[in-house]
């Protein structure tokens, strides 16, 4: 699609489709970018694929769907009859044709999310047998019996009875001494604030004899007393700065004091804090105890995750166990579908040998299909078109053709025609191309296809159709469908 509307683009084609469906006659107009419906623009993509959608009686599947099983497109769509998307996920194929076929598409979508439950179970196996291994019991009954001995222990464990009283108060002193830590760093920052504004507070030295000289030489235009004026500025100044500086001076005096006072106390606290702690590490209570109660901790910490991978794994057994249950009792299930598919299938099997009857009298052939209980797929139904001899020329490509003309049989309406490419009848001999163009001219309402000239000369000769009629477009090297080479 992206390279047709290349195409499109750059020789500004414009395609044209009249269509009629359902007594409805619809017109569609395609550009490179632009679509028309009864000459009403699609603003979307998405809103073009809407109206196709609608167009059917299919709600559940989309026009692109089941379009693509009345007209094959694809060269890979020729090589199986039931595969009409060469690339299409196993269940999406199979769920269509059964859809077309009228088979019972309940049991397919529940396969489908039992394959989901089935693949999670290899997985939890896959997991559980991971959890198995990381599960050591010897070691586990080991730490259960030392985490008995420790808790006993730690019972019987006594503390120097001024213990909690020191711990009470070693802690207080920590609060304390980190309390006059801060207000010292605060000091200190008001002390560097206090010798900026000395730092600041100095007035550059003015040369009052160069001043002098140059009024000397502009006297005529300013007094005499300007120079006495300056001279009392600067004396202001300097008074002014002098004073700030002496004032930030014996500020620093006393925060240097603060300071010191301060720091002081900071080292008595720092002191006792120190001994208390040298105190209770002489004791060796303190430390033996944490000892135990982080051994202890440890030990609980092993066996929580010990514990909770077995309940992982009683859950994955159980959720194991379910999932076989659920899958054998929808195996028995399905031993109940065949017989109430038995018709159904039977009747398939005979719609197709009647349209093969049409080509191989000798060698008929028939629609197989078999429920597959396997859960290695999502497939439900194995649905194969059968004809002795399918491996010879022409044969597997005319199972192709009988086939859709089943679909075709039982969905007249859906789509309403048939599409095939000239590939279908490459290697199909001309006698099987004139009886199949026969039984299409007789039984649908409309069929498309391309055949090459050399093969239609002589199915001409072998069937009386009105070609005249039929024959819509003769396309040669010189007579192109779009009147160019796409691969140029």
């Known amino acids: ?116 439950k089935s693949d999670r179970l290899k997985v939890l196996i896959k997991e559980l047998k991971e ?29 120097a009875e001024d213990f909690n009283d020191l711990k009470k108060e070693a802690d207080i002193l920590t609060d304390e001494i980190q309390k006059l830590r801060n207000e010292i760093a605060f000091l200190n920052r008001e002390i560097r604030n206090k010798e900026n504004i000395i730092n600041v507070n100095r007035q550059s030295s003015i040369d009052v004899s160069k001043i002098e000289y140059m009024y000397r030489e502009a006297e005529f235009f300013l007094g005499k007393n300007v120079l006495e004026h300056i001279s009392s500025v600067q004396d202001f100044h300097e008074t002014l700065f002098k004073n700030r500086r002496n004032k930030a001076i014996k500020d620093i005096d006393v925060l240097t004091n603060k300071i010191n ?117 999502e497939r439900l139904y194995n649905i194969t078109p059968i004809i002795k001899g399918d491996s010879s020329d022409g044969i597997n490509e005319m199972k192709v053709f009988i086939y859709d003309m089943l679909i075709y049989k039982l969905n007249p309406t859906l789509i309403g025609l048939i599409g095939h490419d000239n590939r279908l009848f490459d290697m199909v001999d001309e006698r099987q191309i004139a009886k199949a163009l026969q039984y299409a001219s007789n039984n649908l309402s409309q069929y498309i296809c391309s055949i090459s000239d050399t093969k239609m000369n002589e199915v001409k000769e072998l069937v009386d159709l009105d070609w005249q009629g039929s024959i819509i477009l003769n396309l040669n090297e010189k007579n192109k469908l ?5 691969e140029e």
């Open 1 to 116: 699609m992206k390279k047709l509307k290349e195409v499109m683009k750059k020789e500004n084609i414009t395609l044209n489709l009249i269509f009629e469906h359902k007594a409805t006659r619809y017109n569609i107009t395609r550009t490179f970018d632009e679509i028309y419906i009864n000459d009403e623009k699609c603003e979307t993509e998405k809103e073009y694929l809407n109206f196709l959608n609608k167009i059917l009686d299919a709600k559940e599947y989309s026009f692109r769907e089941l379009f693509s099983r009345f007209f094959r497109t694809d060269k890979d769509s020729y090589i199986d009859a039931v595969r009409q998307i060469a690339k299409e996920k196993t269940y999406q194929n199979n769920l269509i044709n059964a859809y077309l076929l009228d088979l019972d598409l309940d049991y397919l979508k529940k396969k489908r999310e039992l394959k989901i």
């Open 261 to 377: 006072k301060l720091e002081k106390v900071e080292k008595e606290k720092d002191l006792r804090r120190s001994q208390i702690f040298k105190y209770l590490e002489n004791k060796g209570a303190l430390e033996e105890y944490h000892t135990l109660t982080k051994e202890k901790d440890n030990i609980l910490s092993y066996l929580d995750e010990i514990q909770r991978n077995q309940k992982i794994l009683l859950s994955f057994k159980k959720e194991q166990a379910d999932i076989k249950i659920e899958i054998n009792k929808f195996r028995r299930d399905l031993i109940e579908l065949e017989t109430i598919l038995r018709d159904r299938i039977e009747f398939l099997q005979n719609a197709f040998r009647e349209i093969s009857e049409e080509y191989y009298d000798d060698k008929p052939g028939y629609l197989d299909i078999e429920i597959n209980n396997n859960f290695n797929t």
């Open 131 to 159: 959890i198995q291994k990381n599960i050591d019991k010897e070691k586990e009954i080991e730490f259960e019996a030392k985490l008995k001995k420790i808790r006993k222990h730690l019972e019987s464990f006594e503390i």
């Open 482 to 486: 779009f009147g160019f080479d796409f």
